[in-house]
């Protein structure tokens, strides 16, 4: 019992193992930071992961993982579902609907294994692959517009759990446009319009790491891939 209760003193209630430009560790921190939630924010380095990660993500040994008052949750889409019911006052994020429910789980799972494959062949490609990687980019990227039509967000009028998986992937697009020397905005000029107006929201401002420090970033992950 005494025990417990150390436990329960050491733990802060909430702990984000997290790497900054991780665009899932970015969904998290914008579903906390929209919720008022205060955490303790731990940047993993991913070379030598912390004993605390490894104990709490023993499957896939992977951020983002969600401490709450010492118990793990892992997986972005799974925590920030989770952190929507858990603090379910104050902006909800997913719809109350079943059906729109199931819907906004499909677009967020889209976004999950389409656009970080294409964005992978992006920043580890050359030549022809690098072209494939950038068509189907563009082209995932159009479907997406094509599900946002003229709604202000994908979640109707408010911004939801849609908007909050996608929108991290607005901090890579000048990296990618930059590796890939194409203009996303020409493409898809609605879709960059789009991730504007979720700027405007301060959860979403507050998270987004610079696009210029993500440039950096991603020169240097394709050194570990790409001999130029
Ligand atoms: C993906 C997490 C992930 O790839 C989610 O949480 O949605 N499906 C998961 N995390 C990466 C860093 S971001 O690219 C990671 O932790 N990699 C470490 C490793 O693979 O060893």
């Not at 719809?95 to 294409?118: E, G, H, L």
């Not at 072209?131 to 094509?146: D, Q, S």
């Not at 911004?159 to 929108?167: I, P, Q």
């Amino acid at each position: 019992m005494a025990e417990e209760v150390i436990l329960l003193d050491f733990w802060p209630s909430v702990i984000l193992l997290d790497f900054w430009p991780s665009l899932f560790g970015m969904r998290v921190r914008i579903a906390l930071t929209g919720k008022g939630v205060s955490y303790e924010y731990r940047d993993e380095n991913l070379q030598h992961k912390s004993p605390l990660l490894l104990q709490m993500n023993p499957v896939h040994k992977k951020i983002p993982v969600l401490v709450h008052n010492g118990k793990p949750i892992c997986e972005s889409l799974n925590i920030v579902q989770y952190v929507d019911e858990f603090w379910k006052d104050k902006s909800p994020l997913l719809p109350s609907d079943p059906y729109q429910r199931a819907q906004a789980r499909f677009w967020a799972d889209y976004t999950d294994k389409m656009i970080y494959n294409c964005i992978r062949g992006i920043y580890t490609g050359k030549g022809e692959e690098q072209e494939k990687a950038k068509k189907e980019f563009i082209e995932v990227l159009k479907v997406l517009e094509g599900e946002l039509g003229e709604k202000p967000y994908f979640g109707g009028e408010s911004f939801g759990f849609v908007d909050l998986s996608f929108v991290p992937f607005y901090s890579w697009f000048y990296a990618m446009e930059e590796l890939g020397k194409f203009s996303i905005e020409e493409g898809c000029p609605k879709l960059v319009a789009w991730a504007q107006r979720c700027m405007e929201k301060d959860s979403v401002a507050k998270i987004l790491p610079d696009q210029h420090k993500v440039f950096d970033f991603v020169l240097q992950l394709r050194k570990d891939f790409v001999k130029e």
